[in-house]
């Protein structure tokens, strides 16, 4: 055999591993695998994506594979809720501008800057000013662009349409209708490099159409929220249609979504469902997709398809999310830039003045204190408060039922708040401030009372506790400290003064309500509840319009002082040793109905607005003349209440997880959400309200030591590497050794 011979055969043979690994590639990349396992860096197949737009291989091949080697790094936050100042566990706006700005200072990198809602609304120093304070801060930040949340609403209409004017960027909600046409812009082009061709951004927005029952319904009145995923396609097919009109092809979509993941949100609703749909959108075939979601306050990271990119970073500024796209990836490596991590930056020295005058001239306005020392902690953590009787509900509810009493035209018998808009905690043996209490009540609801008969009363009870149950990572059900089934958090969980409402969340939604009774003003006595009787509800002008799906409240009603006045009168006089217990279970008590008698006194002879240390209060002391001991917890008769000042950065609640559809009572299984840990589902084909096969053993305990303790957090280091280098390595080491043979061949025969 010759030299001649010889050397193509060495050359094939070289370059073989090459090629072999190339097709493999594109072949893994083809085939059906683990959303958090895909990756495409191979050439897509040819798509039809309409009649009139087809994408041809070598342009697929053109858009994922520049020429240029530039990263493309995406940051976003969510559900910040006015979290400006920072403190432990909370970024802060001024080292918030710092991490924005290191980004932005990187020579090999285009960095865009997005938020998906509820920025505006939260804390009390925030909604000092509405809002409007923050937004300048953001203009100061250099946003980009920012989704419409629901709570954007909160401050009313005429608010958000006023963050229009004073946001130097776009704020999109491609979903939300008055008058048959959008509110808000639907979609913005985002070119951060002129000179670039092709390295544009689609910005998309949508909003969760659960805002017409998460903020007061007299913000959203003649608003319109349609179905996120059917406009956000709709919105796809107007931009592309456009773009080929004008000769161009953007290559990266970026979905604001405020949707969230919540179990309580039908499923055709969530953020992970649109990611879903639009990784089977042949539109976006060979295309970078990145959804943005909020809304649920939950820790998420994952890919649909080949090339959608779902994430979420929490709330409250726990977290900075950034995804980095190497410039050959379809999907983009998510990372949390921690609060621990930025704790380290230097702040950014013109937001931190503009923080620290907003918050001197809050301070100002807040310190004053209304009482000098509290006695106890007045427990409002989100997964307490949201589930089922706490203190602190008690004595919001009983300030109502006492404004109630005098305030209107009739006396009050019955009063209820929502759990979801109680959004802080009352540290025990420090001060309660004016600022306190806004914290608490941070809405500015006003009382309304209004007339109601016994069977709307049963109804409101059978919605507040309609809510599915909480399940852990192995589907048992989780219990509560009365050995039953725990509810799922929910925002529309009723707070009640004047009625204890028996229950058993063994049995189906819509049967677990046992027994009602109403306090008799007169003699003392709670007295069954009677269908037929008119009786006087005071609540707050939230739920008597029909929030939080309470729709079968409403009507007349007359309209008394804000919440928050209510309440601090109540605090000044109250003797607030009462409430000692964080979760009494005598108001709305979880029983077993296999072995409940309904007690025909008990409570005799007691105020609801002055509760006493009872057996009343006391669940583990039933009332002398009771027949039963259902109210009895097993031996942890209580849960150990968190100590003061350690949760404080995470008790304030997104009322994303605050209710199902209007109207409605989830009795059906949600979709298991792809890849949060913590997110809740029951065995599929099982009724939620039946008897759970299995029972977990281990009692619940509200308290919050981490928030993202049983998160999945998914890091660069975690998530697969989606570009290959090695082919290419082979590729040119055969072609170097092909070369060489070949020069030395013909030097030879020379």
């Known amino acids: 055999m010759n030299k001649r011979f010889l050397l193509p055969v060495l050359s094939t043979a070289l370059l073989a591993p090459a090629f072999l690994a190339g097709q493999v590639y594109a072949e893994e990349n083809t085939s059906t695998s683990e959303a958090t396992e895909v990756v495409s860096n191979a050439e897509a197949p040819v798509v039809a994506a309409t009649p009139e737009v087809v994408t041809s291989p070598a342009t697929v091949a053109e858009e994922v594979a520049p020429q240029k080697e530039e990263d493309t790094v995406i940051l976003h936050t969510n559900d910040v809720h006015g979290r400006i100042v920072e403190e432990k566990g909370v970024i802060g706006d001024a080292k918030l501008a710092t991490v924005i700005e290191k980004e932005r200072e990187k020579d090999n990198q285009t960095t865009l800057v997005v938020d998906a809602g509820d920025a505006f609304q939260g804390l009390p120093i925030s909604n000092s000013t509405k809002g409007e304070a923050r937004a300048k801060i953001l203009n100061d930040m250099g946003y980009d662009a920012m989704a419409v949340g629901n709570h954007e609403f909160d401050f009313g209409l005429d608010e958000v349409k006023k963050y229009k004017e004073i946001l130097n960027f776009p704020l999109l909600s491609s979903n939300t209708y008055v008058n048959g046409a959008r509110l808000f812009e639907a979609a913005t082009i985002v070119d951060k490099n002129k000179a670039v061709e092709g390295d544009e951004f689609v910005v998309i927005g949508v909003t969760t159409p659960e805002t017409a029952t998460k903020t007061h319904p007299k913000n959203v009145k003649g608003v319109t929220f349609t179905e996120p995923i059917a406009e956000v396609n709709k919105v796809i097919e107007e931009i592309q249609a456009k773009a080929l009109a004008e000769g161009k092809d953007y290559k990266h979509y970026v979905v604001l979504a405020h949707l969230g993941v919540d179990t309580t949100t039908p499923v055709e609703w969530r953020g992970s469902t649109l990611a879903e749909a639009l990784s089977k959108n042949p539109l976006l075939k060979g295309k970078r997709v990145t959804v943005i979601d909020g809304h649920s306050h939950t820790v998420e990271s994952t890919t649909y398809g080949d090339n959608v990119t779902y994430n979420q970073t929490g709330s409250y500024l726990h977290n900075v999310g950034k995804i980095t796209y190497k410039s050959r990836q379809l999907l983009g490596n998510p990372s949390l830039i921690a609060a621990a991590d930025a704790k380290k930056l230097e702040a950014n020295p013109k937001i931190e003045k503009l923080v620290k005058d907003i918050k001197q001239k809050y301070d100002a306005e807040n310190a004053i204190e209304v009482v000098s020392n509290s006695p106890v902690e007045l427990n409002g953590d989100r997964e307490n408060v949201r589930v089922r009787e706490t203190n602190l ?188 217990k964080v979760n009494p279970n005598s108001r709305t008590i979880s029983v077993d109905s296999k072995t409940f008698k309904l007690p025909e006194d008990q409570g005799k002879g007691q105020d609801p607005a002055k509760p006493e240390k009872d057996s009343a209060t006391d669940p ?47 009795k059906t299984t949600p979709a298991k959400s792809e890849q949060d840990s913590t997110t809740k589902t029951t065995p599929s084909g099982k009724n939620q309200g039946t008897t759970p096969a299995q029972t977990s053993t281990v009692k619940v305990d509200y308290k919050v030591a981490d928030q993202f303790a049983n998160k999945t957090v998914v890091s660069e280091k975690l998530l697969p590497n989606t570009g290959s280098e090695q082919s290419i390595f082979m590729m040119l080491l055969g072609m170097i050794l092909g070369a060489t043979a070949l020069w030395t061949s013909r030097k030879q025969e020379k």
């Open 393 to 580: 509900g008690n004595v919001v509810a009983d300030s109502l039922y006492q404004y109630g009493q005098t305030g209107f035209s009739h006396p009050t018998d019955i009063a209820v708040t929502n759990g979801g808009g109680l959004r802080e905690t009352i540290a025990k043996d420090k001060p309660i401030t004016k600022g306190n209490v806004i914290a608490v009540l941070p809405f500015g609801n006003t009382i309304s009372q209004i007339q109601v008969t016994g069977q709307q009363v049963f109804d409101m009870f059978e919605k507040s506790l309609g809510s599915i149950l909480q399940v852990d990572k192995a589907g048992k059900t989780v219990l509560d400290e009365n050995g039953q089934p725990l509810l799922e958090p929910s925002g529309g969980f009723l707070q009640i003064s004047g009625a204890k409402v028996y229950y058993d969340t063994n049995l189906a939604a819509d049967k677990r309500v046992l027994a009602i009774q109403v306090k008799n003003r007169a003699t003392g006595l709670y007295e069954k509840l009677d269908l037929e009787k008119v009786y006087y509800l005071a609540t707050n002008d939230f739920l008597a319009a029909g929030g939080d799906g309470y729709t079968m409240l409403g009507g007349a009603r007359e309209e008394g002082p804000s919440m928050d006045a209510a309440f601090e009168d109540y605090l000044k006089t109250a003797d607030l040793t009462q409430y000692e």
């Open 620 to 666: 583990a002391k039933p009332g002398k003349d009771s027949t039963t001991d259902q109210a009895k917890p097993e031996k942890d008769p209580a849960i150990t209440p968190t100590q003061p000042g350690k949760n404080q950065g995470t008790t304030p609640a997104n009322s994303g997880n605050d209710a199902t559809k209007p109207g409605k009572v989830q």
